[in-house]
């Protein structure tokens, strides 16, 4: 290809089929290969700092413990999860993960310490 033939003149050359050419422009490099998984005891922020799951709880609680129906807070406790992670992202700044939540809601439920 360096010399100006084409692509597809080349493969036929060689006997290699057209699907089974993938040229790239860039070499790719593989450093290191890790399984990414799950964050275990915290979350991060949006600004990069750990939160930790304690104080997440804490929030539970927080929101769990109100009693008052004039309180816009009241209202959190029938969120679903993807509405509450996303409530944390927009009001705290925590990036959780709505499946995260749920397990922390489904942990604290089953602990009876939120009802």
Do not use: G
């Given at each position: 290809m360096g010399y100006g033939f084409s692509t597809s003149y080349l493969?036929?050359?060689f006997g290699i089929t057209r699907s089974?050419?993938?040229?790239?422009?860039k070499p790719v490099f593989f450093l290191k290969k890790t399984k990414p998984g799950r964050r275990r005891n915290y979350c991060l922020k949006t600004n990069g700092e750990k939160f930790e799951d304690?104080?997440?709880e804490k929030l539970f609680k927080d929101i769990y413990s109100?009693?008052?129906p004039y309180e816009p807070?009241?209202?959190l406790k029938v969120l679903g999860s993807k509405k509450l992670s996303k409530y944390f992202l927009n009001e705290f700044g925590i990036i959780v993960n709505h499946k995260k939540v749920h397990r922390m809601r489904k942990k604290l439920v089953s602990t009876s310490i939120i009802k």
């Open positions: 493969l036929r050359i089974s050419y993938y040229r790239r422009k304690k104080e997440l109100r009693v008052n807070e009241y209202y």
